[in-house]
């Protein structure tokens, strides 16, 4: 699953162009105080994570919807079928002193 930030987008479509102007409108519409750089990361980098109380926090202030903020890309992927196991890597037979094989 590949997810594409839009906060950008959704800002400057309601005038917001930097990171100062969005920090104000966070900490004014939301309450949210977030610090300069994290501000900064959230307008120009890719986030691998975001809470929800800042994607809420987010969406409120700029009177959006998370599917303004993040587009989730569900194509599936396609991935190459295993090659057969050599014989060298298959398991072998339990010993005859009674120890169990472990699950494959």
């Known amino acids: 699953m590949n997810i ?3 906060l950008r987008l ?6 917001v162009w930097t990171g100062a102007q969005l920090r ?7 309450g949210l ?3 300069s750089a994290s501000v900064s990361a959230l307008f120009t980098k890719e986030p691998s994570q975001v809470k ?4 809420a926090a987010l969406c409120t202030a700029l009177e959006c919807t998370p599917n303004d903020l993040i587009e989730v890309d ?3 992927v396609e991935r190459p079928a295993a090659p057969p196991r ?3 890597e298959l398991p072998r037979a339990a010993s005859a ?3 169990s094989m472990p699950p494959i």
């Open 10 to 15: 959704a800002a400057a479509q309601r005038e």
């Open 52 to 55: 929800m109380s800042t994607l």
């Open 86 to 88: 050599p014989a060298a």
């Open 74 to 76: 569900t194509t599936p």
């Open 97 to 99: 002193r009674g120890r």
């Open 4 to 6: 594409k930030w839009k």
């Open 24 to 30: 104000r409108l966070l900490a004014e519409k939301a």
């Open 33 to 35: 105080e977030l610090s």
